[in-house]
């Protein structure tokens, strides 16, 4: 009896469990409705239909609505392609775990399923609420067909079948199929947008096997998570976790080539795959994207280009529909679709490890700020966007790592408090006092104000101990030819004829995507110098990298026109002319071979050699790591950062850092929106142990 009960109260939490994730999977539909229809109202995507299943519309932040842009394009060109390429022939359309999706009435609509019979399944639950929405709106309803009954949990017309069925019982959903009409020789897409994968392996593989077992003629598209290992990829993974909806296909099927394996292996004829980086990329027009921009102001590239790496379009075919890979990808290179899954991380001899877990009292919780090294082995950190409190928030909080004894001191203000700021500069300009220009509240915020920052050590009284810190700052009025506020630009100290001068480089506006400008401000007069440049300049950037060498500044890297990252390695060389002008000379350092692209990375110099650190790069699907390049030969070797773990994402973009010693890197901060999942901050600063790279 003992056992029997036992086994029953197991039985009966095992089904509590299920109900409980598919209640939570069920919530998925909502969230994305609106996510979806978000987008929508804003002018992202034309769709007339998505707001008819939205109680309350809300307006989702730039990302999201970016996010489910390229989603709803990249449905839309599939089903399109589908349906031009089967014009005048009848066809059928299969949406697994349709949800409230609107495809059917928009493309109903547009007169462009004249011969397609479109079938959405979903949990009855979901079917049944979308059934009852239906039949109270005149406009649907009448897309729908005036023939239309209902059934149970649903709706069907000779046009339209909606039904309510588990899918992981798929005998049930087959005869469901089967009775309202479904005809295994018709040319038929099945669609299943970020659904299977929370079904488990086991479940969504015999559903793929079934569509490939069942039609002659059919192309099973996927739309879902990929890339689960790296920083992004662990935030993303926990954040459906904690919704009760775990992603139970991405360690089976992690990347591009295995998704494509997946379904050869389960009977399928030709597979095709790209992530939303190489969609986006290839098949959006530059005019598309231009409109794009213009909706809102967008100041969150690193996550858009991480988040478009994290899902994956995933094409299977079969039949008559093989001849669709090509309409459905053209343009897209297949070398690039293969690569882009063959770019792997560094073998373990290559691959750098953490100093220690914490950079000691004290933690540094924000990205987009700013870092500078005073005398002593200290640093002081400001500005960009992080934690206080409880709260995430523009930062105001200014501190100081002591190197040293390892403590992370907060420095309060002696007067007013220095305001928030993000994506600004700050340059050392003597032992204790920086510089600091440019960077933005909002992106309608820009600033062009040089400020001066200095930080004094306050003594305890009766001791010659420094306890504590103080700093104070002031606006500096300067004169000459200033540069327009900017951010995610670049600021470097430089002596002239053996004189101190900043000089800045690119960044951008909330009108001009890009900057390719270059000033020179002279520090002992605070004046703003003409600048002529010759030779071979880099091309107008943000989120680029710069250091100096020999008195030359590097600038390497960035994000360029069109979205595209640079991996060109630029030196410029300054000297005075009469009048006190400035002369910049660039010249582009050829690299063997050519170097990747990265932007919103770091870089110091040791010696000849060059360090670049973290980054991002949409051309590749694993985080930058830290890259060592000899100016001298223009050789260089890739060494892959850490891996993260789900308990500890690490994500090294939008970061400050610090070299420490040739066997020392000290990374200050990082992280960044990662889409709807949430905001992550690293925990730190982190010591990163480079050694290997015998620098």
Same mark, same amino acid.
């Given at each position: 009896?003992?056992?029997?009960?036992?086994?029953?109260?197991?039985?009966?939490?095992?089904?509590?469990?299920?109900?409980?994730?598919?209640?939570?999977?069920?919530?998925?539909?909502?969230?994305?409705?609106?996510?979806?229809?978000?987008?929508?109202?804003?002018?992202?995507?034309?769709?007339?239909?998505?707001?008819?299943?939205?109680?309350?519309?809300?307006?989702?932040?730039?990302?999201?609505?970016?996010?489910?842009?390229?989603?709803?394009?990249?449905?839309?060109?599939?089903?399109?392609?589908?349906?031009?390429?089967?014009?005048?022939?009848?066809?059928?359309?299969?949406?697994?775990?349709?949800?409230?999706?609107?495809?059917?009435?928009?493309?109903?609509?547009?007169?462009?399923?004249?011969?397609?019979?479109?079938?959405?399944?979903?949990?009855?639950?979901?079917?049944?609420?979308?059934?009852?929405?239906?039949?109270?709106?005149?406009?649907?309803?009448?897309?729908?067909?005036?023939?239309?009954?209902?059934?149970?949990?649903?709706?069907?017309?000779?046009?339209?079948?909606?039904?309510?069925?588990?899918?992981?019982?798929?005998?049930?959903?087959?005869?469901?199929?089967?009775?309202?009409?479904?005809?295994?020789?018709?040319?038929?897409?099945?669609?299943?947008?970020?659904?299977?994968?929370?079904?488990?392996?086991?479940?969504?593989?015999?559903?793929?096997?079934?569509?490939?077992?069942?039609?002659?003629?059919?192309?099973?598209?996927?739309?879902?998570?990929?890339?689960?290992?790296?920083?992004?990829?662990?935030?993303?993974?926990?954040?459906?976790?904690?919704?009760?909806?775990?992603?139970?296909?991405?360690?089976?099927?992690?990347?591009?080539?295995?998704?494509?394996?997946?379904?050869?292996?389960?009977?399928?004829?030709?597979?095709?795959?790209?992530?939303?980086?190489?969609?986006?990329?290839?098949?959006?027009?530059?005019?598309?994207?231009?409109?794009?921009?213009?909706?809102?102001?967008?100041?969150?590239?690193?996550?858009?280009?991480?988040?478009?790496?994290?899902?994956?379009?995933?094409?299977?075919?079969?039949?008559?529909?093989?001849?669709?890979?090509?309409?459905?990808?053209?343009?897209?290179?297949?070398?690039?679709?293969?690569?882009?899954?063959?770019?792997?991380?560094?073998?373990?001899?290559?691959?750098?490890?953490?100093?220690?877990?914490?950079?000691?009292?004290?933690?540094?919780?924000?990205?987009?700020?700013?870092?500078?090294?005073?005398?002593?082995?200290?640093?002081?950190?400001?500005?960009?966007?992080?934690?206080?409190?409880?709260?995430?928030?523009?930062?105001?909080?200014?501190?100081?790592?002591?190197?040293?004894?390892?403590?992370?001191?907060?420095?309060?203000?002696?007067?007013?408090?220095?305001?928030?700021?993000?994506?600004?500069?700050?340059?050392?300009?003597?032992?204790?006092?920086?510089?600091?220009?440019?960077?933005?509240?909002?992106?309608?915020?820009?600033?062009?104000?040089?400020?001066?920052?200095?930080?004094?050590?306050?003594?305890?009284?009766?001791?010659?101990?420094?306890?504590?810190?103080?700093?104070?700052?002031?606006?500096?009025?300067?004169?000459?030819?200033?540069?327009?506020?900017?951010?995610?630009?670049?600021?470097?100290?430089?002596?002239?004829?053996?004189?101190?001068?900043?000089?800045?480089?690119?960044?951008?506006?909330?009108?001009?995507?890009?900057?390719?400008?270059?000033?020179?401000?002279?520090?002992?007069?605070?004046?703003?110098?003409?600048?002529?440049?010759?030779?071979? #300049?880099? &091309? /107008? +950037?943000? %989120? $680029?990298?710069?250091?100096?060498?020999? =008195?030359?500044?590097?600038?390497? *890297? !960035?994000?360029?026109?069109?979205?595209?990252?640079?991996?060109?390695?630029?030196?410029?060389?300054?000297?005075?002319?009469?009048?006190?002008?400035?002369?910049?000379?660039?010249?582009?350092?050829?690299?063997?071979? #050519?170097? &990747? /692209? +990265?932007? %919103? $990375?770091?870089?110091?110099?040791?010696? =000849?050699?060059?360090?670049?650190? *973290? !980054?991002?790069?949409?051309?590749?699907?694993?985080?930058?790591?830290?890259?060592?390049?000899?100016?001298?030969?223009?050789?260089?070797?890739?060494?892959?950062?850490?891996?993260?773990?789900?308990?500890?994402?690490?994500?090294?973009?939008?970061?400050? %850092?610090?070299?420490?010693?040739?066997?020392?890197?000290?990374?200050?901060?990082? *992280? !960044?929106?990662?889409?709807?999942?949430?905001?992550?901050?690293?925990?730190?600063?982190?010591?990163?142990?480079?050694?290997?790279?015998?620098?």
């Amino acid at each position: 009896m003992a056992a029997s009960s036992k086994s029953g109260m197991s039985g009966k939490k095992a089904k509590n469990s299920k109900s409980r994730n598919d209640t939570a999977v069920q919530g998925t539909n909502d969230n994305s409705i609106v996510s979806k229809c978000s987008m929508c109202m804003l002018g992202y995507f034309q769709d007339d239909f998505l707001g008819r299943f939205v109680a309350k519309p809300v307006r989702r932040a730039p990302l999201i609505n970016r996010g489910y842009f390229i989603r709803a394009k990249a449905i839309d060109h599939v089903l399109k392609s589908f349906l031009t390429a089967y014009q005048g022939i009848k066809t059928q359309l299969v949406s697994l775990g349709a949800g409230f999706d609107s495809a059917y009435f928009r493309l109903k609509s547009e007169g462009l399923l004249e011969n397609t019979v479109f079938y959405e399944v979903d949990f009855p639950e979901v079917t049944k609420r979308k059934s009852d929405m239906i039949q109270t709106d005149e406009v649907l309803l009448k897309l729908v067909g005036e023939d239309s009954r209902v059934v149970e949990n649903g709706i069907v017309s000779p046009s339209y079948k909606l039904i309510g069925a588990d899918l992981r019982k798929f005998n049930m959903l087959q005869c469901l199929l089967e009775h309202h009409g479904i005809h295994p020789d018709c040319p038929t897409l099945l669609l299943s947008e970020c659904v299977i994968t929370y079904m488990g392996v086991k479940s969504s593989n015999a559903v793929i096997r079934w569509a490939s077992e069942t039609f002659s003629h059919t192309v099973f598209v996927t739309y879902e998570q990929v890339y689960p290992n790296d920083g992004f990829g662990a935030v993303m993974q926990n954040h459906f976790k904690k919704l009760g909806t775990p992603l139970m296909n991405i360690q089976r099927y992690k990347t591009l080539e295995s998704q494509q394996q997946r379904y050869l292996d389960l009977g399928w004829t030709t597979v095709r795959a790209t992530d939303m980086n190489n969609f986006f990329t290839t098949l959006i027009p530059r005019e598309e994207k231009l409109r794009v921009d213009s909706i809102e102001v967008f100041d969150e590239f690193e996550e858009w280009h991480l988040k478009c790496s994290h899902y994956a379009l995933v094409c299977a075919f079969k039949g008559s529909t093989v001849s669709l890979s090509e309409t459905i990808f053209p343009g897209m290179n297949r070398r690039r679709l293969e690569t882009l899954t063959s770019q792997h991380i560094q073998p373990q001899d290559l691959c750098l490890s953490w100093k220690n877990e914490t950079f000691g009292n004290g933690s540094v919780k924000r990205f987009g700020h700013a870092s500078a090294t005073l005398t002593g082995g200290k640093i002081i950190t400001f500005g960009g966007f992080g934690e206080r409190g409880n709260q995430h928030t523009r930062l105001c909080l200014v501190q100081l790592l002591d190197v040293a004894s390892g403590s992370c001191l907060p420095v309060e203000p002696i007067g007013k408090e220095l305001g928030p700021l993000l994506f600004h500069t700050a340059t050392s300009v003597s032992d204790d006092t920086v510089v600091v220009f440019g960077g933005r509240t909002s992106p309608y915020k820009p600033k062009g104000e040089l400020l001066k920052l200095k930080v004094i050590p306050k003594l305890q009284r009766n001791t010659d101990q420094e306890t504590s810190w103080l700093y104070e700052w002031e606006t500096v009025q300067c004169t000459g030819d200033y540069p327009c506020p900017r951010w995610r630009h670049s600021s470097a100290f430089v002596s002239i004829e053996g004189k101190k001068n900043l000089i800045v480089f690119g960044g951008r506006t909330a009108s001009d995507a890009v900057l390719g400008d270059v000033h020179v401000l002279s520090l002992e007069n605070m004046e703003w110098v003409q600048v002529h440049s010759s030779g071979n #300049p880099p &091309s /107008p +950037r943000h %989120s $680029h990298s710069c250091t100096t060498w020999n =008195n030359q500044v590097i600038i390497t *890297g !960035g994000l360029c026109e069109d979205l595209q990252p640079s991996g060109a390695v630029h030196l410029a060389t300054c000297a005075s002319e009469p009048q006190g002008n400035v002369t910049v000379v660039w010249t582009e350092l050829e690299m063997t071979p #050519p170097l &990747s /692209p +990265r932007y %919103s $990375h770091t870089s110091h110099v040791y010696g =000849n050699c060059l360090l670049l650190v *973290g !980054g991002v790069n949409p051309e590749n699907h694993y985080p930058p790591g830290l890259t060592v390049l000899d100016l001298v030969s223009g050789m260089w070797k890739e060494y892959a950062l850490p891996e993260c773990t789900l308990e500890r994402p690490i994500m090294v973009h939008n970061h400050t %850092s610090d070299l420490l010693s040739k066997d020392e890197l000290l990374i200050i901060g990082g *992280g !960044g929106n990662c889409f709807s999942f949430g905001t992550h901050l690293n925990s730190g600063p982190l010591t990163l142990d480079v050694s290997l790279c015998n620098l």
